[in-house]
Nanobody
Framework: QVQLVESGGGLVQAGGSLRLSCALS????????TAWFRQAPGKEREFVAA???????FCADSVSGRCTVSRDNAKTTMSLQMSSLKSEDTAVYYC?????????????????WGQGTQVTVSS
């Protein structure tokens, strides 16, 4: 089992930036991919960014150019930095972990999830 706890959410002004963190514990050695997803009210869960064990990172097209995701080599922390925030970035942000080497943008590839942290962007 892997446990994930997000932190860093809150109220941010449009145009500002945020940094979210995810603390991982438990069987972190079994994790190949960690990712961020988000869900806005009334909308489906959406992929945001992911980091693979070999160091490859990628972000969704909707946040491309505004997104930086990183993970430490010990696989115990992961972060998401986003800039030029927009009202449409308002959502609950979740970190997730997968034991599948090639997990990508599909939430069903991820085995463990955090409880989420609210991000609200005010205009």
């Amino acid at each position: 089992q892997v446990q994930l706890v997000e932190s860093g959410g809150g109220l941010v002004q449009a145009g500002g930036s945020l940094r979210l963190s995810c603390a991982l514990s438990g069987r972190t050695y079994s994790i190949f991919v960690t990712a961020w997803f988000r869900q806005a009210p009334g909308k489906e869960r959406e992929f945001v960014a992911a980091a693979r064990s070999e160091g490859y990172t990628f972000c969704a097209d909707s946040v491309s150019g505004r997104c930086t995701v990183s993970r430490d080599n010990a696989k115990t922390t992961m972060s998401l930095q986003m800039s030029s925030l927009k009202s449409e970035d308002t959502a609950v942000y979740y970190c997730a972990a997968s034991q599948k080497r090639w997990a990508g943008r599909d939430g069903y590839d991820y085995d463990s999830w955090g409880q989420g942290t609210q991000v609200t962007v005010s205009s």
